[in-house]
């Protein structure tokens, strides 16, 4: 038993075989438990459809924002359109969410190293990781995945600042602003770690007297920002949809955060607690930890933590929130098991066991929807594929509009045309936002004019159409379970109203 401890741990001590590890680990991970991401399974879920969606159409010609409304940032559909770019259907994405974990993985592993952790504390560390990486990983293909390994490398750098292996500061700024600008245009939300890194080094410097290296750091941060955020901006200002862009992805959200489910309960608080167990432990131990070595990790621990628990712990229970939770708890376990190897243990058992505990039901819940995805069969983005080939002529396909739930657009895509009409998914949950987003769906559906429209739910009882649903006919109607899907035709026989030839969106 000594000789494979030994061996395990020479293994995971050598970059090449630590790295193949991960990559093998998650590759597994991505294939029976990311549905979203595995190509062994052909339906996407819920707001991967609409990232799919977004990404493609890019591909295709459409501008995000501008003709395809979702209210992430630019960054998530690049990340879409490299993984189709990549490998045909679900392989892309496959691939790169892959090495995305391995890298989150790699990077955690080296701030183990650098707080002087022991191989065997940085191996249950990383476990109790992958532990949590499968936990959160809901569908996969999410916001907070694409964001953790710039949170990861902004905390590796934060770590050898802190630790005294480097006191180039400046630059270490730099790539943080890098990363921060990165994360900011996938969700900004995700910066947490970032955050809380720049107000921890900010006391550091303080306290150090280098106040002039804080004022060239701040800096050399904005500058990384500057160098990431930029291109997407001159991008949408040459496409022109600057104004999309801001009204989709700041004014949106801002408006959107503001109808975030709240917890009403002490119980529903405590499942985010559950799940943001390191973030309580980590700043104890990072205490103990600059007793012990005469560090000054606290602070920074500390800022980081406290940043990330004000930001989800008021948020609904979906468990890919909890991502940007995960760097806190194997930092909590490293630290604790740089002190004593027990207590690194005890710490990663108290980081785990709540949220698995919580999350029991997950991994037969995954297990039922794998086997019923594999032998369901069939295209792989249409629940109701019969709708529009028995209901729709092909040459009018684009001019499709769909409402309600991801499965109407899901169905489209699969005849290779895109929706009408910029919004194109939850139009019922949307219009109860403020005035200024109802009036803005109604104005698209409008301007668009589509000849047919196909819903999750009736077009009539829909508030924000009320005026528009006397003009359409129901043509069509298919359930599945609980699922519905309604097919309307516009009465009159024009299909495009206005003159002229439409957009194309169609895939070419």
């Known amino acids: ?81 490299a993984g189709l770019l990549l490998a045909p259907g679900k392989w892309g994405i496959f691939i790169l969410a892959t090495a995305c974990a391995a890298t989150t993985s790699e990077l955690l592993y080296r701030c183990g190293r650098v707080t002087g952790t022991p191989t065997r504390t940085n191996v249950a560390a990383l476990t109790c990781g992958f532990v949590l990486y499968g936990l959160c990983l809901w569908m996969g293909n999410t916001v907070e995945e694409w964001s953790l390994p710039f949170q990861c490398l902004a905390l590796l750098l934060c770590l050898r600042i802190l630790t005294g292996k480097t006191r180039r500061v400046a630059a270490a700024a730099f790539v943080c602003g890098l990363c921060f600008g990165a994360t900011a245009m996938i969700r900004v939300n995700n910066d947490n770690i970032i955050c809380g890194a720049c107000i921890g080094m900010a006391i550091f410097l303080i306290r150090r007297g280098r106040v002039r290296e804080l004022w060239r750091a701040a800096g050399a941060f904005a500058g990384g920002c500057a160098a990431t955020i930029a291109p ?26 503001m109808h975030w489910l709240i917890p009403d309960s002490f119980e529903e608080y405590l499942l985010n607690i559950d799940a943001m167990v390191g973030c309580f432990i980590a700043p104890v ?38 991502f940007m939770a995960l760097p806190a708890g194997v930092l909590a376990v490293q630290l604790a098991g740089s002190i004593r190897r027990g207590l690194g243990l005890a710490a990663a058992l108290a980081v785990c066991v709540p949220y698995a505990i919580d999350q029991r039901e997950t991994p037969r819940n995954t297990r039922n929807e794998y086997v019923m995805a594999r032998q369901a069969g069939g295209p792989p983005y249409s629940f109701f594929p019969d709708i529009p080939a028995e209901n729709i002529a092909t040459a009018e396909l684009d001019s499709v509009y769909t409402i309600g739930a991801h499965w109407c657009a899901y169905t489209l895509l699969e005849t290779g045309h895109f929706p009408v009409g910029r919004y194109f998914y939850m139009q019922d949950d949307f219009q109860n936002f403020n005035a200024t987003v109802r009036n803005d769906i109604l104005n698209e559906f409008v301007k668009a004019n589509p000849l047919y429209v196909m819903s999750s739910l ?20 298919d359930t599945a379970g609980s699922l519905n899907i309604y097919l309307y035709r516009r009465n009159d026989e024009l299909i495009f109203s206005q003159g002229g030839e439409p957009r194309r969106r169609v895939k070419r």
Request: aromatic letters at 18%.
């Open 1 to 81: 038993m000594g000789k494979l401890a030994g061996l395990l741990t020479r293994m995971v001590e050598s970059a090449p075989w630590r790295i193949a590890i991960f990559l093998a680990a998650y590759a597994l991970m991505m294939l029976f438990v990311g549905l979203s991401t595995s190509p062994l399974v052909g339906r996407l879920y819920i707001d991967q459809i609409v990232f799919t969606a977004v990404g493609d159409g890019w591909l295709h010609g459409l501008v995000p924002y501008r003709d395809l409304f979702d209210h992430k940032g630019p960054l998530m559909y690049l990340i879409q359109c």
């Open 232 to 257: 997407f901006i001159v991008y949408f200002a040459w496409e022109g949809a600057p104004g999309n862009m801001y009204d989709s992805y700041i004014r949106f959200n801002l408006t959107y955060k």
């Open 285 to 322: 131990a990072a205490w103990f930890y600059d007793r012990c070595r005469g560090a000054q990790l606290f602070p920074t621990t500390a800022a980081i933590c406290a940043i990330t628990v004000g930001v989800f712990i008021r948020g609904p229970y979906y468990t890919h929130y909890f």
């Open 458 to 477: 009736r077009f009539d009882r829909i508030s924000v159409f009320a005026g528009q649903a006397e003009k359409y006919t129901l043509v069509a109607h």
